[in-house]
């Protein structure tokens, strides 16, 4: 009798890795892009299906050489995205420090990572505090881009 191949279920590591998708690509800027000191505001384009039934999907800096995650907005928040044409969005992403190799993940959430991003942006704008964080358990990325900030 033939068996089953048993699938995994992705878990939430300190340090996961990008999967290939075809249900969310990072349009702009392309990956291993290169700013020359900015500071502010760079323009993200992400071309995203809509999710899965309780997945959220997030824009997640993990700046490189650390273990810290930074949750910056939920892909359909309005608040934080405009769409562009069907199924493309153009979201302002904010570079804090500047310079540096940053890495903007797109993640997929649970309804209990999901909770964990909206108390971490809720309280990280009302206080101007923006700490670090682990990536809650229940989230892994989809995909990513690396920039260099010089």
């Not at 996961?16 to 075809?22: L, Q, R, V």
């Not at 959430?109 to 101007?128: P, R």
């Given at each position: 009798t033939p068996t089953s191949t048993p699938t995994s279920t992705p878990t939430s590591t300190s340090t996961?890795?990008?999967?290939?998708?075809?249900r969310v690509q990072i349009i702009e800027p392309k990956d291993n892009s290169f700013f020359d000191n900015q500071q502010g505001e760079i323009d993200l384009k992400v071309a995203f299906l809509r999710p899965k039934k309780d997945e959220y999907l997030w824009i997640v800096n993990n700046p490189a050489g650390s273990k810290d995650w930074y949750p910056k907005c939920n892909l359909e928040d309005r608040i934080c995205g405009t769409p562009i044409k069907e199924d493309v969005w153009l979201y302002k992403y904010w570079i804090k420090?500047?310079?540096?190799?940053?890495?903007?993940?797109?993640?997929?959430?649970?309804?209990?990572?999901?909770?964990?991003?909206?108390?971490?942006?809720?309280?990280?704008?009302?206080?101007?505090?923006?700490?670090?964080?682990?990536?809650?358990?229940?989230?892994?990325?989809?995909?990513?881009?690396?920039?260099?900030?010089?």
């Open positions: 996961p890795t990008s999967t290939s998708t075809d420090n500047g310079r540096g190799i940053h890495r903007i993940h797109i993640v997929s959430a649970n309804k209990s990572a999901n909770l964990a991003f909206k108390n971490y942006l809720s309280k990280a704008l009302e206080t101007g505090d923006w700490p670090a964080e682990p990536l809650p358990g229940g989230a892994y990325s989809l995909t990513k881009v690396t920039i260099t900030v010089e």
